[in-house]
């Protein structure tokens, strides 16, 4: 069975983590339709019209996201506590390897379900689960089956494992927790939610470790960088402070620390200069209302149609679309393609309303197309600052309460509003007269 899970003659070249060791049943994920079709996705959507580098794609991401979620998951099976040793599959052992591969496949399947230009109109057009439905359709068709077919079939799995469905955790392990009991009602085992975590994990999740790193390498955003080796070598596997000690959770050792505060660091600068740009921001706005009146959910009725819509035939259909005045969204696509005539982004002050957007579009006689608002939930950073830490190995205390600088890191402005080059100085007025 080691020599099963473990053997691995394949190797992919990354520009962030070097050389990608992969197995056959990966290479088989790797060189599938759904998979390869991620090489037509930025990851960044539509932002290299800002920042020229950020041509990356879904594709190196997600053999990334795989590469460090196997890190990850080596190291918090590694250095196991005393107090968690019975919960933690041994190294070599059946359950540890079956997990490992689980992981592996779920990081490599987790982007499978994005739209093109990846979030860009992922919001309005596929909720209420954005992409991770999707996702899900995409593991269960044809396009898929053989390589399933293949990994049912390896002697290992029929010989040590077969009361599980390996393709249901992987599917479970992909999604994530909250999403899977929203879309199969179905629960997560402790252990199941450790592995989860270390790929969705909303702090120290290898999805977000790497799309960080990554974005501000191809951007040249360098705010974005942090000692992630540093934080990956202090991951461990902890009793929960706030479920009980029989509740595990990921959380760091203490030397940790400083690894952490650099990474939400790394995240509030990477929104400010780079997610939340208003630059990028207008583009996005131009490009997704394009895409809402061109591209809309019901045109996607099967897996097929989903795959078959990548960015160049976006690109292809903006194109076009620029060009000729009678093709809906003519507008939108002159200002991407042709930078002409181009809304102007801008965050607005804390506690505006949407009635005080609506009071001044209806009082300066905006029309609706003109000026549009967006309101979004504010996130709230210190709710996700429970993770557990290890105090000189042994107290286990709330990250909130051993570090100051993580509960001073503010929020991101989360509402926004898009103007045309007639009405900007007339808001910009507005919003600067404004007292609230």
């Known amino acids: 069975m080691v020599k099963d899970f473990l053997h691995s003659d394949k190797k992919i070249f990354d520009s962030l983590h070097g050389f990608i060791p992969f197995d056959e049943f990966e290479k088989e994920l790797i060189d599938s339709l759904p998979f390869q079709r991620l090489h037509y996705i930025h990851q960044l959507g539509i932002s290299y019209l800002v920042y020229p580098g950020a041509n990356h794609t879904r594709f190196e991401h997600s053999?990334?996201?795989m590469a460090l979620a196997t890190q990850m998951f080596d190291k918090i099976c590694k250095s196991v506590r005393p107090d968690v040793f019975h919960f933690v599959p041994r190294k070599g052992s059946s359950d540890y390897l079956y997990w490992r591969r689980v992981l592996r496949m779920a990081a490599l399947c987790h982007d499978l379900g994005h739209l093109p230009f990846s979030h860009v109109e992922e919001n309005s057009l596929l909720e209420p689960h954005g992409h991770k439905n999707w996702t899900l359709s995409i593991i269960d068709s044809p396009h898929l089956q053989i390589v399933w077919d293949k990994l049912r079939k390896a002697p290992s799995y029929l010989e040590d494992l077969i009361e599980r469905d390996i393709i249901q955790d992987i599917k479970k392990i992909t999604v994530g927790e909250a999403k899977w009991k929203a879309l199969q009602h179905g629960t997560f085992s402790p252990w199941e939610r450790i592995v989860s975590e270390i790929l969705t994990g909303d702090f120290f999740g290898a999805d977000r470790i790497d799309y960080l790193l990554r974005d501000a390498k191809s951007t040249g955003v360098t705010y974005g960088l942090f000692d992630y080796h540093q934080l990956i070598e202090t991951l461990r596997i902890l009793p929960s402070v706030d479920r009980?000690?029989?509740e595990m959770q990921l959380g760091i050792d203490e030397n940790g620390l400083e690894s952490c505060e650099a990474l939400l660091l790394a995240r509030h600068f990477m929104h400010r200069r780079v997610y939340h740009y208003s630059s990028v921001k207008a583009y996005n706005f131009h490009l997704?209302?394009?895409m809402a009146e061109n591209f809309p959910v019901t045109s996607l009725k099967s897996v097929d149609d989903f795959l078959n819509l990548s960015d160049p035939d976006i690109i292809c259909a903006?194109?076009?679309a620029a060009k000729d005045p009678?093709?809906?969204?003519h507008e939108d696509a002159k200002c991407v393609f042709f930078r002409q005539h181009r809304f102007r982004a801008i965050d607005l002050p804390e506690g505006m309303t949407e009635k005080d957007i609506t009071d001044f579009k209806n009082k300066n006689?905006?029309?609706?197309r003109?000026?549009?608002a967006e309101f979004q939930k504010e996130a709230r950073t210190g709710e996700k600052l429970n993770f557990p830490v290890s105090k000189r190995h042994v107290i286990i205390q709330k990250a909130r309460n051993c570090s100051d600088l993580l509960l001073k890191v503010p929020e991101m402005k989360t509402n926004w509003v898009y103007v045309s080059p007639e009405y900007d100085l007339i808001l910009i007025n507005f919003l600067e007269s404004w007292n609230g």
């Open 365 to 368: 006689h905006i029309p609706d």
């Open 318 to 320: 903006l194109n076009r």
């Open 63 to 65: 053999i990334g996201v």
């Open 244 to 246: 009980g000690a029989d």
């Open 370 to 372: 003109d000026l549009v």
């Open 326 to 329: 009678k093709i809906k969204g």
């Open 288 to 290: 997704r209302r394009y």
